[in-house]
């Protein structure tokens, strides 16, 4: 009897068959987990670029809240200064 026949042939086509399609399904699976790592990186790129245009836009919005337009000049308003010492305790 011959260990080489029919069956066994079928049979270890199709086992390199489902081990090639195997190892293609872990190339894309590496390739669409480095593409979702990407769009993280990009995406959180985004998002810590808008949230630095925000903190600026606040930061001039506060700069120029005490500020007062006279007669074509700009006169700014001390927000909490005082006149008189203050007494020693």
Same mark, same amino acid.
């Given at each position: 009897m011959s260990v080489i026949n029919r069956r066994n042939a079928v049979f270890g086509y199709t086992v390199l068959k489902v081990l090639e399609r195997r190892r293609k399904q872990r190339r894309r699976s590496t390739a669409r987990i480095a593409l979702y790592v990407g769009l993280g990186v990009v995406s959180a790129g985004i998002l810590a %670029?808008? *949230? /630095?245009?925000? @903190?600026?836009? @606040? #930061? #001039? *919005? %506060?700069?120029? *809240? #005490?500020? /007062?337009v006279e007669g074509g000049h700009v006169v700014s308003e001390p927000s909490a200064t005082v006149s008189e010492p203050l007494p020693a305790t």
């Open positions: %670029g808008l *949230a /630095v245009l925000v @903190r600026r836009h @606040r #930061d #001039d *919005a %506060g700069e120029h *809240a #005490d500020t /007062v």
